[in-house]
């Protein structure tokens, strides 16, 4: 089993940055990546941005594209979301995940076959 804790979040203005950390543990040998999610009120959960494990290779959101940046830290077992630029629209709450290790399939956009959540953190764009 994976145990995922996310946290870093807090208010910020617009224009600001904030770092979000996703501390990894358990099984992780052979897990396939690693995704920041995001839900604000009366919206749909949306992908931000995740990470394969394999390669590093990423996926971001349109909406987040040239402002966010995930990473990783494999000696610390971490997953990094940078995020500059910040907007309004960028409040939620955010979540890192990761699939289970049977998911037949595994799509970033929608979170298909993540089973594996962190506990979720506020993220506040404000004035």
């Known amino acids: 089993q994976l145990q995922l804790v996310d946290s870093g979040g807090g208010l910020v203005q617009p224009g600001g940055s904030l770092r979000l950390s996703c501390a990894i543990s358990?099984?992780?040998?052979?897990?396939?990546?690693i995704g920041w999610f995001r839900q604000a009120p009366g919206k749909e959960r949306e992908g931000v941005a995740c990470i394969r494990s394999s390669d590093g290779s990423t996926y971001y959101g349109d909406s987040v594209k040239g402002r966010f940046t995930i990473a990783r830290d494999s000696a610390k077992n971490t997953v990094y979301l940078q995020m500059n630029s910040l907007k309004p629209e960028d409040t939620a709450v955010y979540y890192c995940?990761?699939?289970?290790?049977?998911?037949?399939?595994?799509?970033?956009?929608?979170?298909?076959?993540?089973?594996?959540w962190g506990q979720g953190i506020q993220v506040t764009v404000s004035s």
């Open positions: 358990g099984f992780t040998l052979h897990y396939y990546a």
């Open positions: 995940a990761a699939p289970s290790k049977t998911a037949p399939l595994v799509m970033c956009a929608a979170g298909v076959g993540y089973d594996y």
